[in-house]
């Protein structure tokens, strides 16, 4: 058996173990082999971790100039290129996902530090033209104070990328929590917060559980702002924390994304499409576009095609090269899935491929399509996190909008069509934070991301996210050099 390696977390600048020694199992879930073992974080250590992100904040990272935060945060997006591959490996064997992935997820979502730090010093207030006169009004930004970040394990680098980078070039400072699932691929980026000259207690990494470690963390007084991704129970208790710190939120939370081909579509680009949006990252992405709405006269072709794809994708090591699906994560989504797919043949689905857990070492689920003929079936609005397709026919554009909209959803949407009227209408009527027409699962740091209804609210990405990362105050100066009267005289 291969060494067990003990990781630790980031507080004040220094790497450091739970206060009470207690820690928790990293396992490779390609192999179901355990490789690491990670920190429970105490309420005192959530403590430590904010009480030093407030220092930093009154400190030497709260003097610096915007454009100072901004070279420290270009220096973090270079190092965060530079070991890409090395953060690739460790987050695919943490999490399963495909190394190629991984590392080239890391490559790229550098670009959104740089981003971020090209508009640290692009934040600018306003002066208003005031209806009182010889006052001179004008709102200058400042940042909110100690952001608590909450990322998921399924795209740490990305959704990390999008909470850091507007937070520090905004002035703030930050709590991250890993997830307990895969905590590994944020201790490893933390060590290169130092060599990027930020100083301690800026960026602060813990890990542990929700109960205690998560909830105290969101719940906490001295925290301004919690940035929240994950899933929809998890979301409603940190609601009900921030109720206790009056915390600023914002939520990306899951989804059960639409995917729809009218008779038009490029079907071979559609076909792809569709292959990648479901299949890429074994299904679990929250924009997975696990719901395919295909119009009638080119479904049974379409789905002939797909299923093709499906049967030949290479399913093992996801550290190999000619791997093309990877594992699941954890063995709660394997029985979740083996649930539902049991569900939906009972309710009436038919699987047209798939359908069932892989024997052997390691979790992995065969790519599985399955044919709904109705719309309330359980799995239909369920989100699976996993490679798991539910496919509908539709036969106008009016059912495909209906069908689309109905759902608590409202994250990403898909839509393959080459009529140009048509991709205007549906983007403006499909009721999701993102839609994509002929393309899929893009994103970009100038792009805003997230979603509507149960999928979340608040965007990250964009330039609006730096501003979301200030608040707005209001300076008031009399330009007068009469005296101001005395309101209880009469004039």
């Given amino acids: 058996m291969a060494q067990i390696e003990t990781l630790e977390m980031l507080i004040d600048g220094a ?10 199992d990293c396992m490779d879930p390609s192999t179901g082999e355990v490789w690491a073992t990670i920190p429970e974080a105490t309420a005192v250590d959530v403590n430590r971790a904010v009480d030093a992100a407030e220092a930093a904040l009154e400190g030497p990272w709260g003097a610096m100039t915007a454009t100072q935060r901004g070279k420290h945060l270009a220096r973090l997006a270079d190092l965060l290129a530079a070991h890409s591959e090395e953060i690739g490996r460790i987050e695919t064997r943490d999490t399963g996902k495909m190394f190629k992935e991984t590392a080239w997820q890391a490559t790229y979502i550098a670009e959104y530090l740089h981003f971020f730090a090209g508009a640290a010093d692009k934040i600018n207030g306003d002066t208003l033209p005031i209806d009182k006169p010889d006052m001179f009004v004008f709102t200058d930004r400042e940042p909110l104070g100690v952001i608590a970040a909450v990322i998921p394990w399924n795209s740490q680098m990305f959704l990390m990328a999008t909470k850091l980078g507007p937070a520090l070039a905004a002035g703030n400072t930050m709590v991250m929590k890993a997830s307990e699932h895969a905590s590994a691929p944020l201790l490893v980026f933390g060590k290169l917060v130092a060599q990027a000259g930020i100083p301690p207690g800026v960026v602060n990494i813990i890990t542990g559980h929700g109960p205690v470690c998560g ?3 969101t719940r906490h007084a001295k925290v301004a702002r919690v940035a929240f991704t994950g899933g929809f129970s998890a ?3 940190v609601i009900i924390n921030s109720a206790e710190n009056f915390a600023e939120v914002s939520l990306e939370l899951g989804g059960k994304s639409p995917f729809i081909v009218f008779d038009d579509a490029n079907i071979e680009s559609a076909v792809n499409g569709a292959v990648a949006g479901i299949f890429s990252a074994s299904g679990q992405s929250c924009v997975a576009g696990s719901r395919l709405y295909l119009h009638e006269d080119i479904a049974d072709d379409f789905l002939e095609r797909m299923v093709a794809i499906a049967k030949a994708l290479v399913i ?16 709660g989504q394997i029985a979740h899935i083996e649930t539902q797919v049991a569900i939906a043949e009972q309710e009436g689905g038919r699987i047209l491929c798939g359908g069932k857990r892989i024997p052997g070492p390691g979790l992995f689920f065969e790519p599985t399509i399955i044919e709904c003929p109705r719309q309330d079936m359980t799995i239909v609005d369920t989100e699976l996190f996993g490679p798991i397709l539910a496919v509908q026919r539709f036969t106008n554009e009016a059912e495909a909008i209906e069908l689309a909209n109905d759902t608590k959803h409202g994250l990403a949407a898909g839509l393959f069509t080459r009529d140009g009227a048509r991709q205007i209408r549906m983007a403006k009527k499909l009721k999701s934070g993102m839609v994509w027409v002929n393309t899929y699962r893009m994103i970009s740091p100038i792009a805003e991301f997230g979603g509507v209804k149960t999928s979340g609210h608040g965007r990250e990405a964009g330039l609006q996210a730096m501003y979301d990362y200030t608040r707005a105050k209001t300076i008031w100066i009399n330009l007068s050099d009469e005296s101001i009267a005395n309101p209880f005289q009469p004039r």
């Fill in 215 to 217: 909830r105290e963390l």
């Fill in 15 to 24: 790497w450091c173990a739970a206060s009470d020694g207690v820690s928790f």
């Fill in 316 to 331: 093992g090591d996801p550290q190999a090269e000619e791997t093309e699906m990877g594992p699941l994560c954890t063995t």
């Fill in 235 to 237: 979301a409603a208790q």
